[in-house]
């Protein structure tokens, strides 16, 4: 027998792997800030349309969604065929990748952003091409629109960008998608959209409206707490929906993730208070950051962005210490989740410890 292994793709080397936020230390308290997730439980309904989607799980889910289809076009005013959901919107993302680009072509999105882009975009076997964050942490979509070749099949646009919180404005955005050539597609990821609330930071679902090369990509792991749940989706002009219902993985939503999906999205008066209340407790946490000296930039998300440099690793050491478990980039900063009051306090006493010794 030869001892050679099966041939794997050579785009599969050197492939970074995704990590995941740490799990928040077994200890007398110990928050999890490090996933973006949100603190609060399911929503009401959410749990009874789970327990009773349990009695069936000796069945495939519904493949097509219905039911949640159907609730997405009327809440967004958009025909069903404009709508593809899948395992999430990172699971959505890879299959516009899968649908737009493979070897020899070029990805663009800006850098530092989501940390899954230059992995599915090298799982497809494109390049990455990555634009630098202007210096104030926000996408330079004037070098994005330069950035584009005959090779560019895909951009992603993070809005709000993980990880630094801040959001591109409405001007700037149909600028840089009237560059745009109208054979490139334009993704603006909306993970965090519901909690923008600078009213300059466009909705992208009446930005796509009248341009069939814009994408958008929504989540239901964010606001709606549903992260454990794996249910994203995507609004798009027909053809674009129709490929990402192609590349999609059979029976990929499970009918538990469907049903919650229904329920958050009928308990949307309950979701707007918790947001609302994570929005007002993300406003403290930058107005006591700024006051403790810090420059931090506006945060449109559910997370605060701390450029610490060198001093990373030894801060996000010190939070854990401290009990909160938070998101380092080492040599670049930390990503922090507005979660529990209390967790946020953690939080901002090593903030006020770091500066005291800085
Ligand atoms: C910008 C952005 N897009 C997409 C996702 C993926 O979320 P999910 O796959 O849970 O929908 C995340 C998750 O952290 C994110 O930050």
């Known amino acids: ?19 995941p936020g740490k799990p928040a230390a077994a200890g007398p308290v110990a928050y999890k800030l490090s996933s973006n997730e949100n ?15 349990a009695g069936s799980f000796n069945r495939y889910p519904d ?20 709508l593809a959901t899948g395992t999430g919107s990172v699971g959505v993302a890879q299959q516009l990748l899968q649908a737009t680009s493979g070897p020899g072509d070029e990805v663009i999105y800006a850098w530092r952003s989501f940390e899954a882009y230059p992995i599915i975009t090298q799982i497809s076997g494109a390049t990455s091409v990555r634009v630098p964050l202007t210096p104030g942490d926000v996408h330079d979509l004037d070098a994005m629109a330069e950035a ?37 597609l334009v993704v603006l990821d909306e993970a965090y959209r519901e909690f923008v609330r600078d009213v300059e930071v466009p909705d992208g679902v009446e930005l796509y409206r009248n341009r069939p090369n814009v994408c958008v990509l929504r989540t239901f792991s964010k606001a709606y707490g549903l992260a454990g749940l794996r249910v994203g989706f995507a609004i798009a002009h027909e053809p674009v929906a129709a490929a990402l219902r192609k590349t999609a993985v059979p029976f ?7 049903d919650a999906a229904v329920a958050s999205l009928r308990a ?86 770091f500066r005291k010794e800085a």
Request: with cysteine; aromatic share 6%.
């Open 148 to 184: 584009i070749t005959d090779r560019t099949r895909l951009i992603f646009v993070c809005n709000p960008n993980n990880p630094t919180g801040t959001a591109v404005r409405r001007t700037e955005l149909e600028r840089f998608l009237d560059r745009v050539p109208s054979d490139v």
């Open 1 to 19: 027998m030869s001892e050679t292994s099966p041939k794997l793709r050579a785009e599969l080397e050197g492939i970074p792997t995704y990590k």
């Open 268 to 353: 949307e008066d309950e979701l707007l208070g918790r947001v609302g209340s994570l929005v007002s407790e993300r406003a403290r946490v930058l107005a006591v950051l700024r006051g403790q000296g810090w420059t931090v930039p506006d945060s449109q998300a559910n997370f605060v962005w701390l450029r610490l440099g060198e001093r990373t690793l030894d801060f996000a050491a010190a939070c854990e210490q401290a009990g909160v478990v938070v998101r380092p980039f080492a040599g670049e900063g930390v990503r922090v989740t507005v979660g529990e009051t209390e967790a946020n306090d953690i939080f901002l006493k090593v903030t006020e410890g």
């Open 39 to 53: 603190p609060y439980p399911p929503l009401p309904g959410v749990t009874e349309s789970m327990a009773a989607a």
């Open 63 to 82: 493949m097509a969604c219905t039911g949640l289809m159907n609730e997405l076009a009327d809440r967004f005013g958009v025909p069903l065929s404009h």
């Open 252 to 258: 990929g939503v499970s009918q538990l993730a469907q």
